[in-house]
């Protein structure tokens, strides 16, 4: 593949300026109309695939991140982030495998009430969103997840979240399927709004 080495480092000069991901259409506006913007980056990708940081694509926007495998030389340099209580973990993982869900159906799925606190939490690290209501009595509000809930797990969509397999094989379960996992292997990413939803 050859592409225009002066294009290649205006990209390695907008990514490595931006304060956010950015996505092709960021890129276009900034480069030469014959970029050819696809090429490029996946010449960039590549390049950087063996690097101390890579190009990676996160909620459909390009950045560089540091390597997987080097993450640990740089724990004292990360913004320090509240551990999440074990609650809003099942509370953000029912949600992005669920989506478009209200709070009784988290609450259902989880057994237990859903405090507010559990909530604020995850809306303040803004990982969470309304989305949303139901067309149902009472028009409960439903909620997803965020692209930055996408960019800070380093997803490029919902759909590459991992399944039943992959997480029981990581050693994060080691029960069979719950109904949090009923959908794992089928669902597609949501649209704006579901057909069961209406505008807030």
């Not at 759909?159 to 719950?178: C, I, Q, V, Y």
């Amino acid at each position: 593949m050859t592409v225009n080495h002066d294009h290649i480092r205006m990209v390695e000069a907008l990514l490595s300026a931006a304060k956010e991901p950015l996505d092709e259409v960021d890129l276009a506006m900034r480069l030469p109309d014959d970029a050819d913007i696809p090429a490029l980056m996946e010449a960039l990708e590549k390049y950087y695939q063996h690097k101390g940081f890579n190009l990676v694509k996160v909620a459909g926007k390009w950045a560089f991140m540091t390597a997987p495998d080097l993450s640990w030389l740089l724990q004292d340099e990360k913004e320090s982030i509240r551990k999440l209580s074990r609650a809003a973990l099942e509370t953000l993982a029912i949600i992005a495998y669920h989506q478009p869900i209200t709070r009784t159906e988290i609450e259902e799925i989880r057994g237990v009430g859903l405090s507010r606190g559990i909530m604020d939490v995850l809306f303040e690290a803004g990982w969470i969103r309304p989305r949303g209501r139901r067309r149902t009595p009472g028009k409960p509000v439903t909620y997803g997840i965020t692209e930055d809930f996408l960019i800070h797990f380093g997803l490029d969509d919902i759909r590459d979240l991992p399944g039943f397999d992959e997480l029981k094989a990581a050693g994060l379960l080691t029960t069979e399927p719950s109904g949090l996992f009923d959908e794992l292997t089928t669902r597609d990413d949501p649209p704006a709004l579901d057909p069961e939803e209406e505008e807030d």
